[in-house]
């Protein structure tokens, strides 16, 4: 049974930062791509950043690139998104999820977390 477990949201002001983990179990991590998504109260979810099965790609939404980054550490299976210069507009909860790349290069998930709050005050 595969698992993903976020952890590290809390309460943070505008400009600060946060570090999220997602420990993966189940399955082997190595072998697998992985992704941070957010939802705000309201909206649809949206992606954050990908991470390939190696941590030599990764990729980023426009309105986080330059202020997340996403890493991996597969001899611990956790994923990672360090998150700087937060802003109100961050404010989410924040789920990882597992998957793998298809042939036209789209990440394609099966797995994903119950998601951690992110929430930055003004």
């Known amino acids: 049974q595969v698992q993903l477990v976020e952890s590290g949201g809390g309460l943070v002001q505008a400009g600060g930062s946060l570090r999220l983990s997602c420990a993966a179990s189940?399955?082997?991590?190595?072998?697998?791509?992985m992704g941070w998504f957010r939802q705000a109260p309201g909206k649809e979810r949206e992606f954050v950043a990908a991470?390939?099965?190696?941590?030599?790609?990764?990729y980023y939404a426009d309105s986080v690139k330059g202020r997340f980054t996403i890493s991996r550490d597969n001899a611990k299976n956790t994923l990672y998104l360090r998150m700087n210069s937060l802003k109100p507009e961050d404010t989410a909860v924040y789920y990882c999820?597992?998957?793998?790349?298809?042939?036209?290069?789209?990440?394609?998930?099966?797995?994903w977390g119950q998601g951690t709050q992110v929430t930055v005050s003004s």
């Open positions: 999820a597992s998957g793998v790349q298809d042939a036209s290069g789209e990440y394609e998930y099966d797995y």
């Open positions: 189940g399955r082997t991590f190595s072998s697998y791509a």
């Open positions: 991470i390939n099965w190696n941590g030599d790609s990764t």
